[in-house]
């Protein structure tokens, strides 16, 4: 579908945590991701998570000014995406969530 409407992929980026944190309230995001979103998008770009589970990438995406697609079989982990993108529509908790990005990268948010 994407060659037909003119699109390539030029990376595919895969992301494995081998020995993760603690993310027991699935609140958080590790910084690595939001330096993998940093390192291969743009500002208004999109990224699709076919897998998204409780939307880490998506949080990180939105965080960083990107636009998510996440998909997920499982109502349970779109539930839970649900409710993490509302938490983050707090001014405090984003600005929060930001600082730790900023904290861990060469670049502004």
């Keep these: 579908m994407l060659n037909e409407l003119d699109f390539r992929i030029l990376n595919c ?3 494995a945590k081998t020995n993760p944190p603690p ?3 699935c609140k958080f995001f590790t910084p690595l991701l939001a ?3 940093l390192a ?4 208004n770009d999109w990224i699709l998570d076919p897998f998204t589970g409780a939307s880490t ?7 960083l000014s990107r636009n998510f697609l996440g998909i997920d079989k499982e ?3 779109l539930e839970i995406s649900k409710k993490r993108r509302e938490e983050i529509d707090d001014v405090e908790t984003r600005l929060e969530y930001q600082k730790r990005i900023i904290k861990y990268s060469d670049r502004k948010v």
Excluded: H, M, Q, Y
């Design 57 to 63: 990438s998506g949080i990180a995406a939105s965080l």
């Design 13 to 15: 980026i895969t992301w």
């Design 75 to 77: 109502v349970d982990f």
């Design 35 to 37: 330096r993998i979103i």
């Design 23 to 25: 993310n027991l309230s």
């Design 40 to 43: 291969s998008t743009k500002e």
